[in-house]
Every structure is written in C-alpha cells, then in structure tokens.
C-alpha cells in the first residue's frame, strides 16, 4: 500500500520506513502536495487527527485522495515540570527565544529547567493515526518511559532523544541503533499496532484497493 505520511519530516520518515516494511511510505513533498497543519490541540490525540484531516483535504485537492493518510503526534513529558514540555514540544524555547529554537538550544533551556529537580522521570508520548478516509480512521498511543540525562548524549535520532536515558539500556535513545530504537520507541509500539490494524483487520479494503 502507499500511505502518505502527514509530516515534512525525513528522519520520520526513515524510522518509519523501517517499521511498515512491504508498504511504500511517501512525504507529502514526493506528490507535488505542500503540507501545512497548525497545531491547536490539547492533546496529542487531537494533534494527530487534525494533521491526519489537514492532509486528507490537501490530497483529495490534488486528485490523491486514495491514499492511506499516517499522522502522528509526539513529544516529552516530564512529571516535575507538570508534564511540560508535552504538545509544544516541537515548539519549546519559541517564547523565550522570540524565534525557532535548534534541537540543541531545546536542550540546554530544557536542562537548565531541570537543574534543581531531583525527580527526573521523564517519557515519551506518540499518538498515531491511520486514516482511510475522513470518516474512517484508526488510533494507537504509546509511551517510552526513562529518565531526564544530565548532559546530551548521542548523535542518532532526533528532537529529545539525546536527552532521554534508558536505565535498562544504559543509553539515551539517541545511542540506541535505529533498529535498538524501533524495537523499544513510543513511535515503534505506536507503529507496530497501526500495521497490525492495517493488514489484520483491513483485509477487504486492501484487496479492493490492489
């Protein structure tokens, strides 16, 4: 199946890929489609669906509403800062900075944060939705549980992962390979249940659409 990926993202992308082997994931900027979703959601949930809506209306504009719409929402939430920075974590450091802040500047404001905490307990959040058409779309949500690192570790992955350690792995996720990564990941569970759903329970929307 071709399933359009509500996101710019290629590091996204390339996690992704891996998990829905045996289908073809595209961005939308490989149809020709400029994709934009502003996130006003509460949640990751209604972030997720709104992205996965925001594309459904821009494909159907350019005659590609056949195919399978995936959109998810992440971030990181942390119990000591009252689960900040949560859904805006993509957007972390905007107020302070005035501006986009780099992955590397979300780091140090979020480390400087958590300076004087002692609980450092921290998890990962991914919501994903997989979208057949407007009216029919499918949910999975999942966590990735660790512990705020002192410093940045790590040059895999992206956004938080240099941040996240994982006590039972004695890394952060940005130390874990990208196959160690997919196995244990809130992205990857979220994946595994949405595939699942897709060619377990979607048997006679697929073969109508081969």
Same mark, same amino acid.
């Given at each position: 199946?071709?399933?359009?990926?509500?996101?710019?993202?290629?590091?996204?992308?390339?996690?992704?890929?891996? @998990?829905?082997?045996? #289908?073809? !994931?595209?961005?939308?900027?490989?149809?020709? *489609? =400029?994709?934009?979703? &502003?996130?006003?959601?509460?949640?990751?949930?209604?972030?997720? !669906?709104?992205?996965?809506?925001?594309?459904?209306?821009?494909?159907?504009?350019?005659?590609?509403?056949? #195919?399978?719409?995936?959109?998810?929402?992440?971030?990181?939430?942390?119990?000591?800062?009252?689960?900040?920075? /949560?859904?805006?974590?993509?957007?972390? /450091?905007?107020?302070?900075? /005035?501006?986009?802040?780099?992955?590397?500047?979300?780091?140090? $404001?979020?480390?400087?944060?958590?300076?004087?905490?002692?609980?450092?307990?921290?998890?990962?959040?991914?919501?994903? *939705?997989?979208?057949? #058409?407007?009216?029919?779309?499918?949910?999975?949500?999942?966590? @990735?549980?660790? &512990?705020?690192?002192? =410093?940045?570790? /790590? %040059?895999?992955?992206?956004?938080?992962?240099? $941040? !996240?350690? !994982?006590?039972?792995?004695?890394? =952060?996720?940005?130390?874990?390979?990208?196959?160690?990564?997919?196995? *244990?990941?809130?992205?990857?569970?979220?994946?595994?249940?949405?595939?699942?759903?897709?060619?377990?329970?979607?048997?006679?929307?697929?073969?109508?659409? %081969?």
């Amino acid at each position: 199946m071709i399933i359009v990926l509500a996101s710019g993202n290629p590091h996204k992308k390339e996690e992704l890929s891996a @998990l829905f082997k045996g #289908h073809s !994931l595209l961005l939308p900027q490989d149809l020709g *489609v =400029t994709y934009h979703h &502003e996130e006003t959601g509460s949640s990751f949930y209604e972030n997720a !669906l709104g992205k996965a809506w925001t594309l459904y209306e821009q494909l159907v504009q350019a005659n590609r509403s056949n #195919h399978l719409i995936l959109a998810d929402d992440s971030g990181l939430s942390i119990p000591a800062l009252e689960g900040k920075p /949560g859904v805006y974590s993509a957007r972390f /450091g905007e107020k302070e900075l /005035g501006r986009k802040p780099s992955y590397r500047e979300q780091h140090q $404001l979020l480390l400087e944060q958590m300076r004087t905490k002692t609980d450092r307990k921290a998890y990962f959040i991914c919501c994903m *939705v997989l979208m057949i #058409h407007r009216n029919r779309w499918f949910m999975a949500q999942e966590t @990735l549980e660790g &512990e705020i690192a002192f =410093t940045p570790r /790590g %040059t895999g992955g992206f956004g938080y992962d240099p $941040l !996240l350690y !994982l006590p039972s792995k004695g890394k =952060t996720v940005a130390e874990l390979t990208l196959e160690e990564k997919n196995e *244990v990941s809130h992205r990857g569970l979220a994946a595994r249940a949405i595939r699942t759903i897709l060619e377990h329970h979607l048997e006679e929307y697929l073969h109508e659409s %081969t």
